[in-house]
Nanobody, 115 residues
């Protein structure tokens, strides 16, 4: 059984920073892409950023220049460093990973940015 464990969400003022982490555990043979999605109230879940095992990175236009995604393949962990946070970044952030050719999602962590 594979699990994704997220941490690092919370409440922060606009302009502040947070760092999310997501660690995969279980019977892992291969991990392709690891990344982050978010879902704000009343909106669809959207891609924030992801990184492949080869290091290819893709960001949503709304977070480019403010967020940085990184991973440690040896630790099966992905991070999302979020700087210059805006109120519109408020959402539940979900870790997503393709492990053993299957898609897995974390339970979600709340990020709230106050004005």
């Amino acid at each position: 059984q594979v699990q994704l464990a997220e941490s690092g969400g919370g409440l922060v003022q606009a302009g502040g920073s947070l760092r999310l982490s997501c660690a995969a555990s279980g019977s892992i043979f291969s991990i392709n892409v690891m990344g982050w999605y978010r879902q704000a109230p009343g909106k669809q879940r959207e891609l924030v950023a992801h990184i492949t095992s080869e290091g290819y990175i893709n960001y949503s236009d709304s977070v480019k220049g403010r967020f940085t995604v990184s991973r440690d393949n040896a630790k099966n962990t992905v991070w999302l460093q979020m700087n210059s946070l805006k109120t519109e970044d408020t959402a539940v952030y979900y870790c997503r990973s393709v492990i053993n050719v299957r898609e897995y999602w974390g339970q979600g962590t709340q990020v709230t940015v106050s004005s």
